[in-house]
């Protein structure tokens, strides 16, 4: 599914505490330019994530940075 579409991070910091950073962006379909529903988003080499909501958008707290969403 990765395949097909790309993710278009728009990654703005709105905050920290405890040196965790939180970002949000939103996932499209690379074919139709339409945003994704549900589409998974993962921290790679970790077990935290989140779902994209009926517009895309997702928000997700990362603890340690650098950091790879898939």
């Known amino acids: 599914m990765r395949t097909f579409f790309s993710i278009l991070l728009i990654c703005i910091l709105t905050g920290s505490s405890m040196a965790q950073k939180t970002f949000t962006g939103f ?30 958008r997702y928000k997700i707290t990362i603890n340690k940075l650098p950091a790879t969403l898939v």
């Open 27 to 56: 996932v499209i379909d690379r074919q139709t330019g339409k945003p994704l529903s549900n589409a998974n988003m993962q921290i790679k080499n970790t077990y935290r994530g989140t779902i994209t909501n009926e517009d895309g």
